[in-house]
């Protein structure tokens, strides 16, 4: 079984955007596995923007739900932090990390996946992109290192 990120697109639009004569929707940050034949495992998010629930059934595809505005049953912050390091726990939250980042995390910790780099935070100050990774090492502990990208294009 493997798992990605990948993004899906809800019909709401935030507010920023809604003065624009093209619409632009909000994209939500899904973390989601995939079979032995590389297909997604089907679940549930809920969008952090309108609520919406979503059905996730492949790579950045999902159907909205309707007649299910109060799912409960869609895994949270608090319920994935229960099977996390309390420092490792620490560090996500304080950097604001999303919902699939923590899926991403547990998934990486409870099926031994060493050495794979998870983005934490992005944070773009004048043309540059600072992004915090995660990586879980071989020896059981984690590490935590930042990199500047140039995110500029130059011509």
């Known amino acids: 079984m493997k798992g990605i990120k990948h993004l899906i697109q809800c019909h709401c ?15 939500i940050e899904v973390f989601s596995t995939l079979d032995e034949e590389d297909n997604v495992n089907e679940k549930f998010v809920i969008c952090d923007n309108c609520g919406v629930v979503h059905k996730v059934y492949d790579l950045c595809k999902s159907e909205i739900q ?8 869609v895994r949270t912050i608090p319920e994935i ?33 060493f050495d794979t780099p998870v983005i934490i935070n992005r944070e773009t100050v004048k043309g540059k992109v600072n992004v915090k990774i995660f990586q879980l090492k071989k020896n059981g ?3 935590i290192t930042n990199e500047i990208i140039n995110d500029e294009v130059l011509f």
């Open 141 to 143: 502990k984690f590490k």
């Open 66 to 73: 309707t007649s299910h505005e109060a799912i409960t049953s």
């Open 81 to 113: 932090k229960l099977s996390i390091d309390d420092n490792l726990a620490k560090i996500l939250e304080s950097n604001g990390s999303h919902v699939s980042t923590w899926e991403n995390i547990e998934y990486l910790i409870d099926n031994d996946v």
């Open 13 to 27: 639009i935030l507010p920023q955007f809604r003065k624009r004569a093209e619409k632009v929707f909000h994209k």
